[in-house]
């Protein structure tokens, strides 16, 4: 069993959370349907009290992150409350200790910004969300512009909000294998095929 802790703060986005969860939680409902071992997601807060994210959604922890089960994937969400994390010198350390036991440490959009100030992504490369790839890159990262998800030894970051369906799609694939991959992507019916991509 892979047990997988996606971090709160306030103000995180929460397509950052809830998408890569969906991702996680279907795959492991496939696998308990196949009469396999499913995997354990777990949303991970400063307290057991709810958190606010981004635009306005409570959400809340399943574990704080002093009480947690080891985890063996750590997804990092943006948003804007990113800025004031930076600052959480608690915070910073709890991602460089946890990653460190972790088999896979990920961010999705801006989340990548809390992974390089924590020291946890040293000389990897990162994606993060289009607007802030300027900002990450003045802070001293390699920042790998234009793609949806960037995997560098055991770190892998995405770039904006819905990438990280896409990231955690890819990792589900390597946590168990590219077909179980493609049949959660087929059980959420993910297609992704935007409105606005063409001209009508």
Known sequence: MTTIG???????????????????????ALLERAGETPDRA?????????????????????????DHPPLDVLVVPGGDGVMTAMEDEALLRWIVDTGAQAQWVTSVC?????????????????ATHWALEDRLAELGADVVRG???????NVVSS???SAGIDMALWLVGQLHSPDHARATQRYIQYEPAPPYAAEV
């Open 110 to 126: 801006t989340g990548a910004l809390l992974l390089h100030t924590s020291g946890v992504s040293k000389g990897r490369r990162l």
């Open 159 to 161: 770039q904006g909000v």
């Open 6 to 28: 996606i971090l709160l703060f306030d103000g995180a986005e929460e397509l950052d959370i809830v998408g890569p969860w969906e991702i996680f939680t279907a795959s492991s």
């Open 147 to 153: 793609r949806r998800w960037v995997r560098d030894g």
């Open 42 to 66: 777990l949303l991970v807060g400063p307290s057991p009290d709810p958190v606010r994210c981004r635009k306005g959604m409570r959400v809340l922890p399943d574990a704080t992150r002093a």
